[in-house]
């Protein structure tokens, strides 16, 4: 089993910048992937962005490009959100997933595929 815990969401000033952390603990050994994706009031999930533990590849979602970057620190088994220019779009929850076998194609996108979640983080975006 693996646990996930998010942390950082807060309101933030349209054009601001914000950092969100995704704490992993538990068989952490058996993860490939740990992805961020977010969630708007009557909207359905979207994926952010991935994390291929094993390669260090990052994906991003075409919404975010050039504003979020993930990072991680392998010691601390965390992975980080840091998102720039946040615009009112961007105002959800924010949650991180993770999955312990390969994805194929775009199936990385799909919330379905994930075993694990965090119980996600706030963020609001307002002018």
């Known amino acids: 089993q693996v646990r996930l815990v998010e942390s950082g969401g807060g309101t933030v000033r349209i054009g601001g910048s914000l950092r969100l952390s995704c704490a992993a603990s538990?068989?952490?050994?058996?993860?490939?992937?740990m992805t961020w994706f977010r969630q708007a009031p009557g909207k359905e999930r979207e994926v952010v962005g991935l994390f291929a533990i094993r390669t260090g590849a990052k994906l991003y979602a075409d919404s975010v490009k050039g504003r979020f970057t993930i990072s991680q620190d392998n010691v601390e088994n965390t992975l980080y959100l840091q998102m720039n220019s946040l615009n009112a779009e961007d105002t959800a929850m924010y949650l991180c997933?993770?999955?312990?076998?390969?994805?194929?194609?775009?199936?990385?996108?799909?919330?379905?595929?994930?075993?694990?979640w965090g119980q996600g983080t706030q963020v609001t975006v307002s002018s």
């Open positions: 538990g068989d952490t050994g058996s993860l490939v992937y």
């Open positions: 997933a993770a999955h312990n076998a390969l994805l194929y194609g775009s199936s990385w996108k799909l919330a379905g595929r994930y075993s694990y």
